[in-house]
């Protein structure tokens, strides 16, 4: 009972005391006016010029009676906690979509890095056509067919497979000509039952080249027109990307029978990358294309692309690391040949138009116009053609909610949205009703969207994408009548399906389900969600060293204090800034750094720990320590005196060294060192962190460098002279500093040190294992360049320096890891630039061929480049390390892919599903 003076919780979740009961003018029924114990009301009493009863301003507020609950019963308590769970639920829900976006986010980053490189690339292939003229036949704008003939592949359809021998080993299915039924449903059923045991490579070639040979005669243009099988039982279903993951494209089967004359199917492009399978699907696909010429179809889609499938599957690509590992370099050409075969986009009984990408930036586009695109050849990167532009857009596009078209960065250069309008002009001007497109996982992680009221439909068919967003998957299936029906799905583990078709046997079709979607728990939700936040994790550690030097720079320009500290929000606007990433990154900054109690963060510490952690094999051991050698040698080989190494160091005379003076000198002395190696060295230098140092003090801090990469002082000695040497520096150097104890023992002041002049210093020191033998020991270990006398270089790497700040170490892996961070940045380009001069494709091409492959990425960079020649020529005498004169730049590239990388097993955890899994419409 509610009474005047009662304490009361409101609708769960706010407690207070009744200080009105009664009718109100504000609506009908009985009323309580409640003073809440915090101020989370709305007035003092007074509601819409009514005042029932008077409180404190900000704790007043009116509730009807059924709403109100005496906080002692067991409703209320009941209550609060149905409160507390579903605020805890819509949290959780909150921070898996929040963390969906971000993965979603920087998936997209993937393929817009894709589309960067292939501008540089082009930039590439135009140095190496002019410096390299007879090292490739292949003519500009490759195609796959020219790119196959240059390789040795043949574009004959119909010879594919025929010199290949199937292995008397082979344990799979057999495959026979002319095609029957019989044979496609035995390699389906072992498909579906033994997924590991791979089709034989010859086979893939033969069905590849009959769905050529098909698909070439069938398809006039650009643009494929298909029909909805008529009868009672006719449908066409309409798949959207599938990336590989063989599960889903199995239950599709499992839940729509497989096709034939009455079921046609058509995949909306996107087969290829991300998952494990992409060659199974399109095996299943491509027989029953044979089969069924005229109720089987594939749309090209932006993965169906040579230079994306060479990319690893951690960076967005994968297919051919699939064809690699199950077939041959050769199989792959054959698939490319393929996709370049495949219509821009299909018209469905001259009413429904079918795209991967989207529509156009182009006003007044008709399917005519499309008809006539040139699609036999790699996407292009660049729009300025209209033709170029149109082919893009259909493999690239994504929708937008408002009017027009727009740039769409974070897709890659060159991309576009298009808006509502957009859609209802195009369809008005050919005379349709509706457009169907795929290209992305919809936001809402359903396995479709409707958008642009209803005239556009996102379809995605690979459920629970990547094995970790939780998403679900969908097909659109079309009827006779030209209603269509959309069913959702969350496909079970490969595994699991497995083992259903091994029990049902061959002889027995799978049985479609009817059970509701899987409901799952928030803990599995939240395993999902873990996930995805480990793999963002990793793609913003890459991108994090990529930029390290733009970070520093940014916030060095806060920190004027040279602290180490920044705002939180400085840190967050300075990862925006210089990642160019719209992320929520203060859900981020959580997850990454560590807030003191005065909102700081401490950018040093978090720069100085986020490193790649790659395995970077091919190359002999100590090649990082080479690298920075290489570095320092050119300043010994200048050989310059003691005032022309000062004054080349302190250009003003001040005493100090600045950032600017050391890079000056670095010139001066030819050490052409790249921007981010040269502030990679100053940071660990300056250690004062004040931007300049004195010059003795800099010169023997730059000395700890050197002498941690060549492993003590640089100079090659047997143990017993290393030990001298260290006693002699311990007695001759004091608390002196080195430019001092040089100019000492400089007694001419010619600015060298002769032999005369070393001898005399060492005998001062009076120690009585300096006979006239050692000292001659000495003297030819210390001489590095053999030109009787010492530069300041020379003598100051004969004595080590006791570096207890450990700069030196830190040192290194800046510059290894700047070399590191931009090969694995521009690895794509790189790849192209190997595959230049390796036609064939075995992976290994001449040292001199690896070594212009990475000039010309250098020279492509604009001002930006990745090695200095003298760090190149070590990465190759590296490389080569059996001294063949050959290099596997296969293996050099493979271990650009990031450690740690994500499962493609299927996570458990998806988002708590729809009470509806599939819609009608009539059309």
Not at 590 to 616: A, H, I, P, R
Not at 632 to 661: A, C, H, I, N, W
Not at 884 to 901: A, M, P, V
Request: charged share 25%; proline share 3%.
């Amino acid at each position: 009972e509610i009474k005047m003076g009662s304490k009361v919780v409101i609708l769960g979740k706010r407690k207070g005391t009744v200080r009105f009961i009664g009718t109100t003018a504000f609506g009908p029924g009985e009323w309580v006016g409640v003073e809440l114990d915090k101020a989370t009301g709305t007035h003092d009493g007074l509601a819409n010029g009514h005042r029932y009863f008077t409180c404190p301003a900000g704790h007043g507020v009116y509730v009807q009676r059924q709403g109100v609950l005496p906080s002692t019963s067991w409703q209320a308590a009941a209550s609060q906690i149905q409160s507390l769970l579903r605020g805890r639920k819509d949290r959780q829900e909150t921070d898996y979509k929040r963390a969906f976006q971000t993965w979603n986010a920087m998936d997209m980053e993937e393929e817009s890095q894709f589309l960067d490189q292939s501008a540089t690339i082009s930039r590439v292939e135009h140095m190496l056509r002019a410096y390299h003229p007879s090292s490739s036949t292949t003519p500009n704008g490759n195609s796959a067919v020219a790119l196959s003939i240059n390789g040795g592949v043949s574009t004959d359809y119909s010879n594919w497979g025929t010199d290949m021998v199937v292995d008397a080993d082979y344990k799979g299915p057999h495959v026979t000509w002319p095609l029957t039924l019989s044979t496609v449903q035995t390699i389906l059923h072992h498909i579906r039952t033994n997924p590991d045991v791979h089709l034989h490579k010859k086979y893939v070639a033969e069905i590849l080249g009959q769905a050529c040979i098909i698909m070439n005669a069938e398809l006039k243009d650009s643009v494929y027109d298909i029909d909805v099988p008529s009868g009672p039982d006719g449908k066409l279903v309409i798949c959207g990307d599938t990336h590989g993951q063989l599960a889903d494209f199995l239950w599709v089967l499992k839940q729509n029978g497989e096709p034939d004359e009455d079921t046609g199917y058509l995949l909306n492009g996107d087969i290829a990358d991300r998952g494990e399978d992409a060659s199974e699907i399109l095996m299943i696909t491509l027989l029953y294309k044979i089969l069924y010429p005229k109720r089987v179809m594939i749309n090209r889609g932006n993965h169906e692309n040579l230079e994306m499938n060479r990319r690893s599957s951690e960076h967005g690509g994968g297919f051919f690391d699939e064809c690699r590992m199950k077939y041959d370099a050769t199989v792959f050409m054959m698939f490319q040949q393929f996709f370049e075969i495949l219509p821009l986009a299909t018209v469905v009984s001259k009413r429904v138009f079918v795209v991967h990408g989207g529509l156009y930036r182009r006003d007044g586009v008709l399917v005519q116009h499309i008809r006539t695109i040139n699609r036999r050849r790699q996407c292009p990167t660049q729009t300025e053609a209209i033709e170029d532009a149109l082919m893009f857009d259909c493999l690239w596009a994504d929708p937008q909610d408002f009017p027009g078209v727009s740039r769409a960065a974070h897709r890659g250069a060159n991309c576009i949205r298009f808006g509502p309008d957009v859609t209802k002009r195009f369809l008005g001007n050919n005379a349709m009703s509706l457009c169907i497109r795929s290209h992305e996982v919809p936001n809402s992680l359903r396995g479709f969207e409707d958008r642009h009221d209803g005239r556009l439909i996102t379809v995605f068919t690979a459920s629970n994408y990547c094995g970790q967003t939780g998403n679900y998957g969908a097909v659109v299936i079309f009827h006779s009548d030209m209603s269509y029906t959309v069913e959702e799905h969350m496909a079970p583990p490969i595994e699991v399906l497995v083992q259903e078709y091994r029990r049902s046997g061959r002889q027995t079709a799978p049985s479609r389900s009817d059970e509701a979607l899987k409901t799952v728990s928030q803990t599995e939700m939240n395993v999902s969600k873990d996930k995805m936040v480990g793999d963002i994790q990793d793609k913003l550690r890459q991108k994090i060293v990529q930029h390290k030097d733009d970070l520093w720079w940014y916030w060095m320009q806060v920190d004027t204090q040279s602290t180490g500290l920044v705002p939180a929000a400085i840190w967050r606007q300075g990862m925006a800034s210089a990642l160019q990433l719209e992320l929520p990154w203060f859900n981020i900054q959580k997850t990454m750094v560590t807030v003191d109690k005065d909102g700081m963060v401490n950018y040093k510490k978090f720069l100085e720990s986020v490193n790649l952690d790659l395995e970077v094999t091919g190359f002999e051991e100590g090649w990082e320590n080479k690298i920075v050698l290489k570095f320092y040698e050119s300043l010994l080989r200048s050989d310059l005196t003691l005032k022309q190494t000062l004054d080349m160091f302190d250009q003003d005379g001040d005493g100090k060294v600045s950032p600017l003076e050391f890079k000056q000198a670095l010139a001066c002395a030819e050490a052409d060192l790249p921007e981010a190696q040269v502030n990679a060295i100053l940071r660990v230098i300056d250690r004062d962190s004040d931007g300049m140092l004195n010059v003795s003090d800099f010169l023997d801090r730059f000395q700890v460098v050197y002498s941690l990469a060549s492993g003590g002082s640089g100079i090659q000695m047997d143990a017993a002279t290393r030990k001298l040497m260290n006693q002699i520096g311990r007695k001759l150097l004091g608390t002196k500093s080195r430019i001092d104890t040089f100019k000492k023992i400089d007694l001419n002041g010619d600015g060298y040190i002769d032999e005369g002049e070393f001898t005399a210093a060492m005998s001062s020191l009076r120690m009585p294992e300096l006979n006239p033998a050692a000292l001659k020991r000495l003297w030819a270990a210390v001489d590095v360049n053999g030109d009787g006398h010492l530069n300041y270089f020379e003598f100051a790497q004969a004595f080590e320096v006791v570096d207890t700040s450990a700069s030196g170490e830190r040192a290194m892996k800046g510059i290894v890891d700047s070399i590191l961070a931009s090969l694995q940045k521009n690895q794509m380009t790189l790849a192209f630039a190997f595959r230049y001069f390796d036609p064939k494709g075995e992976g290994r091409v001449l040292r001199e061929d690896f070594k212009a492959g990475l000039r010309a990425l250098n020279a492509s960079q604009k001002g930006s480049h990745s090695v200095t020649d003298a760090q190149l020529e070590v990465l190759v005498d590296y490389m080569d390390s059996d001294k063949d004169g050959n290099i596997d730049y296969q293996e050099f590239l493979d271990c650009f892919s990031r450690s740690g990388s994500s499962s493609s097993s299927r996570a458990d955890g998806a988002p708590v599903p729809p009470k509806r899994s599939s819609q009608s419409h009539a059309m």
